[in-house]
């Protein structure tokens, strides 16, 4: 039978199941990197104008266990388990579905007419061509970031210097918090630079996985879904896709974190668009802030990605 038409094996709630088991695993052991990366995207203080970004990391580091302890690296964890968990879930959920739609249906340009047993083995996903898994990985992505984002601005906030332990007591006064300052609008402020970095970020990921597995699956003689390919791979195409997508992260964090008071001067009045934000980061520190929390992002989406399309692939395999 060929990829295209295998069957789907698992049920829906074992593939929730298991992206949500992929979601907690991978926010909970790396939430310390996501505070620090969101430290160092914040708004610049201008006494921090010139330090290195080494210093910068080390600074943030000793600031937040100087005032709340080695605890204090694990902030913003709830709001981080209220995205990642759901989130992961529907979105392997989603892609899983959509994927497997458009491998049964034909779509030209985004289904592959691949036959091989070798690909039979490589994955639990519908085999799609390269556009293909741009395609649906951006679709997928964008999706569950839109209904998402409201506690994706409360996780940012939660992890900003910027913004007290008072400020955002629980979950749900964060949420009614937003909704005062902002209206409904200001339940998707950051959703557009968020979906300019989603979109190519897991339509790329997905391309970059599935062809490191098709190449690396010579090695493990045929067997493109043995853990080690699944991990590998998934590692590569995080770093990959995390290096392109950057600049849109630096520019989400912003627009989510930055209080109005920082944002205003003496004669203008500034509305948090990406084409605004962009150009204040310009002006303000040099296209060098477009870099900032790299290596750490790097680190941790690649870190986040072999955790969770390992347990995802394997634990598909293991309900299935």
């Known amino acids: 039978m060929s990829e295209t038409a295998r069957p789907r094996t698992a049920p ?5 199941g298991v992206g949500g088991a992929a979601g907690l695993t991978s926010c909970v052991l790396l939430q310390p990197m996501d505070l620090l990366k ?32 080695y605890r204090g690296l694990w902030r913003g964890t709830v709001p981080t388990i209220a995205r990642n968990v759901p989130g992961v879930a529907a979105y392997f959920y989603t892609l899983n579905e959509v994927r497997w739609l458009v491998a049964k249906w ?9 036959t091989s047993t070798r690909t039979q083995r490589s994955s639990t996903l519908a085999r799609l061509s390269s556009t293909g898994n741009i395609v649906t990985g951006a679709l997928a992505r964008v999706t569950i970031g839109l209904i998402l984002n409201p506690i994706s601005i409360v996780k940012a906030r939660y992890e900003s210097s910027h913004y007290s332990k008072d400020a955002y007591p629980t979950l749900w006064a964060s949420l009614r918090s937003l909704y005062r300052d902002g209206g409904v609008r200001g339940f998707f402020r950051g959703f557009s630079a968020t979906a300019l970095r989603d979109a190519p970020y897991a339509g790329l990921y997905l391309a970059f996985y599935e062809q490191h597995k098709h190449s690396l699956g010579y090695w493990a003689r045929g067997e493109s879904g043995a853990w080690w390919v699944v991990s590998a791979s998934s590692l590569g ?12 992260d630096i520019l989400k964090t912003r627009m989510q974190t930055t209080p109005q008071a920082l944002l205003r001067d003496a004669s203008t009045s500034y509305r948090p668009s990406v084409i605004a934000t962009a150009r204040r980061i310009f002006q303000t520190d040099g296209a060098r802030a477009f870099a900032d929390g790299l290596g750490l992002r790097c680190a941790r989406k690649a870190a986040s990605s072999m955790i969770g399309w390992s347990i995802f692939e394997v634990g598909q395999r293991w309900v299935s």
């Open 12 to 16: 829906a709630w074992k593939t929730l």
């Open 38 to 69: 969101t430290r160092m995207q914040q708004e610049r203080l201008p006494t921090a104008s010139h330090v290195t970004a080494t210093q910068r990391l080390v600074r943030a580091f000793q600031s937040v266990v100087h005032d709340s302890g």
């Open 106 to 114: 034909q779509v030209p340009g985004l289904s592959t007419l691949d």
């Open 237 to 248: 195409a995080g770093i990959l896709a995390t290096v392109f997508t950057h600049p849109f």
